[in-house]
């Protein structure tokens, strides 16, 4: 069991759900915005004005309430706080995941916030995520024990649950292209061949239709943490599995395999042939 939080989960999911209303009136107006700026980060990455000002709002919140908590965050990286003295949680949060579909006027793009705890034994445990997609109407949510949810167009919440494929001959894989595979691409491309139905979809969007039981598997082979963070726990808690391509639990593995969990086992056997 984690150490006794002086929050209590309802709290850190209404906070996070405050500070993904934040970010969305930030990103919305700035979405299809002719004066958007744009930049490049050091690793040839984009990065807008609303990707900033997004975190920027975020952290200004976790500041007024949850100031003696870590935040890890793409754009402005890790603020040092009492975690690293022993408080033992952190704020990760990705302010526009899928940049490129938002500035070239594509809307499956969203905020991810997740809050990491850190358990008795030393690991460490996403507990609260939301995902928010404000140009497709949708946010879901979920945290420690609680299930999955999402809300859409502003509508009373409905609980999500994954898929019950268990034949990956039967199985819809999603991923978001061949970039980053290295030595393990031939082997993704083989598994490929065996499911009923692929699609390049990527991104977030890829393992929230997992979540929703729409997707069996998602699989991304390079990722952050803050690319995963929200995900892990929406994805669990709708009965999931996510891993990274070594089949190791948890968001914290450098990449990103979200699945319904029948399929698990298979898919990183499949990944890992050879």
């Known amino acids: 069991m984690a150490a006794q939080a002086p929050f209590s989960l309802s709290d850190d999911l209404a906070l996070a759900q405050k500070m993904a209303v934040a970010a ?59 975690f690293h003295q022993g408080s033992g949680r952190y704020w990760v949060i990705d302010p526009i995941d899928g940049t490129k579909n938002f500035l070239r006027g594509v809307p499956t793009w969203a905020t991810l916030i997740g809050l990491v705890e850190r358990q008795s034994d030393g690991s460490e445990k996403v507990i609260v995520g939301v995902v928010s997609a404000p140009a497709l109407y949708r946010r879901w949510y979920a945290s420690d024990g609680m299930g999955a949810f999402v809300s859409e167009n502003g509508k009373s919440p409905k609980r999500i649950s994954v898929s019950k494929i268990s034949d990956i001959s039967n199985a819809s894989i999603s991923y978001s292209d061949f970039v980053g595979w290295g030595s393990r691409l031939k082997a993704f491309q083989t598994l490929l061949t065996k499911v009923w139905r692929t699609r390049g979809i990527g991104d977030f969007w890829s393992h929230i239709l997992v979540a929703e039981g729409a997707v069996d598997s998602a699989i991304e082979p390079s990722l952050a943490l803050w690319d995963m963070a929200a995900l892990d726990i929406i994805v669990r808690e709708a009965g999931g599995r996510f891993t990274n391509t070594d089949g190791v639990d948890g968001p914290f593995g450098g990449s990103g395999v979200s699945s ?15």
């Open 24 to 82: 969305d009136a930030i990103t919305l107006k700035r979405y299809q915005s002719l004066d958007l700026v744009i930049t490049t980060k050091p690793d040839n990455t984009p990065v807008t004005d609303a990707d900033k000002a997004a975190e920027a709002a975020i952290r200004e919140l976790l500041k007024e309430h949850r100031p003696d908590d870590g935040i890890v965050g793409e754009e402005f990286g890790e603020q040092a706080s009492a």
């Open 260 to 274: 319904n969990g029948a399929l698990h086992d298979a898919i990183i056997r499949e990944l890992n042939h050879g």
